[in-house]
C-alpha cells in the first residue's frame, strides 16, 4: 500500500482507514465478539490490503475462528462489519477520482459511448478519472451521483474504460478537483447502498473489486 499522496492521479484511489477498521472492531468488542471469520482476507481482505487489516485484528485481540463455513454467525466477526460494508458500521474505504478537464454542453450534444445521455438543455460536464477498469461499472452510469466539494452530481452516459462524466452545470469546478465515488452514507455522501441499488450486486463484490483495480493508499 502506497503513501497517502505519493501516488499518481491519472486514476481513482481507494483510501483504506486504520481508525474506521479499528472502530468497526471495537464496536463488535464491545457486543462480547472475539473471533473473526478466516473469510475476512478473501482477495486481499476484500481489496482492504490484507496486511492492514490483519494488522489491526491483532491489536484488538481478535482470533480466527476456523469452524466457520458458509454464513458467518453473528458471534463471529465477518468482512462486512470490521469492513464497514454492513449497515451502522463505518466504511473502511473511500474511492476518489479527479477531475482531468470541464467543458459547455449546449442542448442536443451527446457524451461517452453511443451518446446515451444527450443534453435536454445547454449544460456543463467534467471529465473524471474511474471506469469500469478499476470497478466503477457500466450500469452506474446514468443511476448515480459522485460528490465534488461536498455538493452531488449525477455520472452521465455511459461509463468509459478509465473515464466517467459528471453533470455538474454551473457548478464551480476545476481541473484538478477532488471526486467522491464512495464515502459515508451517515455523512450524505455517495455510498456502496447507492452502488447496490444501481447494479443489483453483492456489496462485497463490488468493493472488492474497486479496491484491488484502484491505487490504493492507508489512511489514518
Not at 490490503?49 to 463455513?69: H, I, M, S, Y
Not at 452530481?153 to 473515464?163: K, L, N, S, Y
Not at 455538474?168 to 469546478?173: F, L, T
Request: glycine letters at 12%; charged letters at 20%; hydrophobic letters at 45%.
Amino acid at each position: 500500500m502506497s503513501t497517502p499522496g505519493t501516488g499518481p492521479r491519472s486514476a481513482p484511489v481507494a483510501r483504506v482507514s486504520r481508525s474506521a477498521l479499528t472502530a468497526n472492531a471495537r464496536a463488535a468488542r464491545a457486543r462480547g465478539i472475539h473471533s473473526f471469520s478466516p473469510s475476512i482476507f478473501d482477495a486481499d481482505a476484500w481489496g482492504h490490503d490484507a496486511e492492514l487489516v490483519r494488522g489491526v485484528l491483532e491489536a484488538e485481540g481478535f482470533r480466527p475462528d476456523d469452524q466457520v463455513g458458509g454464513a458467518t454467525p453473528a458471534s463471529v466477526l465477518g468482512g462486512e462489519e470490521l469492513l464497514g460494508v454492513a449497515p451502522g458500521t463505518t466504511p473502511a474505504l473511500r474511492l476518489t477520482g479527479t477531475v482531468l478537464s470541464v467543458k459547455d454542453l449546449r442542448a442536443g450534444e451527446g457524451v461517452s459511448y453511443g451518446f446515451t445521455f444527450r443534453a435536454p438543455a445547454d449544460t456543463r460536464v467534467a471529465l473524471v478519472t474511474g471506469g469500469y477498469a478499476q470497478g466503477i461499472v457500466r450500469s452506474l452510469g446514468g443511476a448515480v451521483d459522485v460528490a465534488i466539494a461536498g455538493e452531488r452530481h449525477p455520472i452521465v452516459g455511459r461509463v468509459a474504460m478509465d473515464v466517467c462524466v459528471v453533470e455538474i452545470r454551473d457548478a464551480v469546478v476545476r481541473r484538478g478537483a477532488e471526486a467522491l465515488f464512495l464515502g459515508d452514507a451517515s455523512a450524505g455522501e455517495p455510498s456502496l447502498a447507492d452502488w447496490v441499488r444501481a447494479t443489483g450486486l453483492l456489496p462485497s463484490e463490488l468493493i472488492t473489486t474497486v479496491g484491488l483495480r484502484t491505487i490504493r493508499e492507508e489512511a489514518p
